[in-house]
């Protein structure tokens, strides 16, 4: 009887170790976790090995400008306020490549009628990115960041056709814009796994 507590007993801390990176549900926050967790707060869980799409862009970008500021909000999961904390962030081209050698297309409307769409990755001439650290201040409960991704919009190819104009006769095609929390606090907090990561399927008008 004592060994089986015993074993009862590791299996417990095992199982509670593992769940610390991970966020349990995606349509709250556990403000209870017994330590701060970073996370983005759009993110489908485990988008790269389960979801069948990336994710809309939650901003149409007008490709009558030439750049567009496309913000990334970012936070960490904590009952109660830390102080500043940064997050290392990067774009994500190897979880974009994963989630494309399983899902390389979609079927969507193209003009008046329904076509086969590629997913690319947005190269990187196509964007900047002024900054790769997001400090979240007074991190905690509901603050947020923004990680920021310049879009160069308004490019243009020789025929003058623009770049994301996925109707373009032969060249039908999303571009996505994959981005991933690297660390929260130089590792001194952790990041969920599951919502590490997102998808951005870029639309635009």
């Known amino acids: 009887m004592k060994k089986s507590i015993i074993n ?15 966020k349990s549900n995606a349509l709250y926050t556990d403000y209870g976790s017994t330590q ?14 389960t979801s069948t799409a990336p994710t809309s862009s939650w901003q149409i970008l007008d490709t009558t400008k030439s750049e567009v500021d ?3 909000a970012v936070h960490l999961s904590a009952n109660s306020h830390v102080g500043d904390v940064t997050l290392k962030m990067k774009i ?10 399983r899902v390389p297309y979609t079927i969507a409307a ?7 769409i590629y997913y690319k ?14 400090t979240i201040a007074n991190a905690g409960v ?18 003058g056709e623009n770049l994301f104009n996925h109707t373009i006769v032969n060249k039908h095609f999303y571009y996505i814009l994959p981005i991933t ?22 639309r635009v008008k």
């Open 8 to 22: 009862l007993g590791m299996l417990l801390i095992v199982t509670t170790g593992f769940m610390s990176c991970l």
């Open 36 to 49: 701060p967790i970073a996370d983005i707060p759009k993110a489908p869980g485990n988008t790269v090995s």
């Open 142 to 159: 509901f603050s947020t960041g923004d990680f920021n991704v310049r879009i160069k919009i308004g490019t243009k190819d020789a025929n």
């Open 92 to 101: 994500d081209v190897d979880a974009a490549n994963a989630f494309i050698a």
């Open 110 to 116: 193209v003009g008046t009628k329904r076509d086969t």
């Open 181 to 202: 929390i690297v660390s929260a606090g130089d590792g001194k907090y952790a990041v969920a796994s599951n919502f590490q990561t997102i998808l951005w399927r870029i």
């Open 70 to 72: 496309y913000l990334t």
């Open 121 to 134: 990755v947005l190269p990187p001439e196509l964007y900047t990115v002024p900054s790769y650290d997001v």
